[in-house]
Structure formats: C-alpha cells, structure tokens
C-alpha cells in the first residue's frame, strides 16, 4: 500500500519490484498444472457417474438405487438454524440409498440432505462447499453441493448436499456446515440432520 501525504505529493510515482526467479515462474506453474489435473479427474469421475443419464434412470444406472431404493425422512422439525446465520431453513428433508458397495466391509451407502433456504441476509449467498460432521466430530465425505447459484437477499432456493459414507458412520445426528464463494470466516451451521 502507498500513502502520501497531501501537500508532499509527486505527480508521478516510479513503482518497482524484484523479478521473480525462474524457479518460482516454475512452482506457479506447476500448482496451476496439478490444479487442471484435479479437474480433469473430477470432470471424469462426474461424466462417468452420470453416463448422460439423469433421474430414477442415473441412479439406477450407477447402481445407487439399492434394494430398497431411496429412503426420505421430512427434517423441517428437526433441523435448527443457529443463531448469526444469514439463512434460514423453510424446509429440510434428508435421503439415503444404498449402493451395493461395501468398503472395509461395511455397506456403503449415499446420503442427502435437501433445503429450501431464505436467505436474510442483505446481499447474494452463493454455495461453495459444505461439510457434514458427525456425533464424534467426524466428516462425511462430500460428494457435492447442488446448484452453486447465488441465493439473492430474501428470496428462497433449494441447496442439496451429497455425501457418501458406511453405513455405520451414517447414524447418529449431524451438524451441516455451509460456505459461500463471497468467504467470510463463518459458515452457515445447521444442527439436527439425520437420515433415514
């Protein structure tokens, strides 16, 4: 940052700086490399699992539909928005299906957690991750965070999360975390998330 005073002020300011070495030309580069990999994978892995298939047909396609398809439980009761957040839960419905895998022996099964949420805040809230934690602190995996549009202030949107876990790591009661792309170092807390 420059700051001048007023009345000692040039009309014209010479700024400069060190040349960055080739090595350091080299490290950009190559985390900007690894990044278009990570997405290349992910933009794979998305275009196998959907296989242009969407709906009941995607799912059982990607054998998600499982024997006894998708459970839902109705949440709205349950979920409690805490106090400081910008949105505010209208209504809250979790899924669960499972998937025929098993990993370390226990079944695998997909989980989802659905929101209608206003937003109360005075400016846009767009999604950017989330994060499922358990009883015992520990993190589902997260599959996604559907749509990344922006939430304008007091309007509602659906936001869905998606996660995969054991069966065993699915019970319990869950606090949802959720980002937005404009940061802040708090996210959006939601106590009470369980599944069928």
């Known amino acids: ?4 005073h007023p009345s000692e002020a040039e009309r014209q300011v010479e700024v400069t700086r060190q040349p960055r070495s080739l090595a350091s030309y080299r490290e950009g580069e190559q985390r900007a490399l690894e990044e278009v ?3 290349r994978q992910e933009k794979a ?3 196998t699992e959907s296989n242009g298939k969407v ?4 799912l059982i396609a990607q054998d998600l539909m499982g024997e006894g ?3 839902n439980k109705d949440l709205f009761k349950n979920v409690t928005t805490r106090p400081g957040n910008t949105l505010i839960t209208v209504t809250a419905r979790s899924y669960r299906s499972h998937t025929g895998r098993r990993e370390g022996g226990h079944k695998v099964v997909r989980l989802a957690v659905a929101q209608e949420l206003l937003n109360d805040g005075d400016t846009p809230w767009t999604p ?3 994060v499922l ?7 589902l995996k997260v599959l ?3 749509p990344l549009e922006p939430i304008a202030p007091e309007k509602k949107h659906r936001v869905v999360v998606e996660v995969e876990a054991t069966e065993e790591a699915a019970r319990g009661t869950f606090t949802l975390k959720l980002w937005s792309q404009e940061g802040g170092t708090r996210g959006e807390l939601f106590d009470g998330v369980t599944f069928p």
């Open 144 to 146: 996604g965070v559907w």
């Open 69 to 71: 398809g998708v459970d």
């Open 133 to 139: 934690v358990g009883p015992q602190g520990v993190e």
């Open 37 to 39: 990999q990570q997405c």
């Open 128 to 130: 950017a991750g989330a």
């Open 55 to 58: 709906g009941l047909t995607g």
């Open 45 to 47: 892995r998305l275009e």
């Open 1 to 4: 940052m420059l700051v001048v």
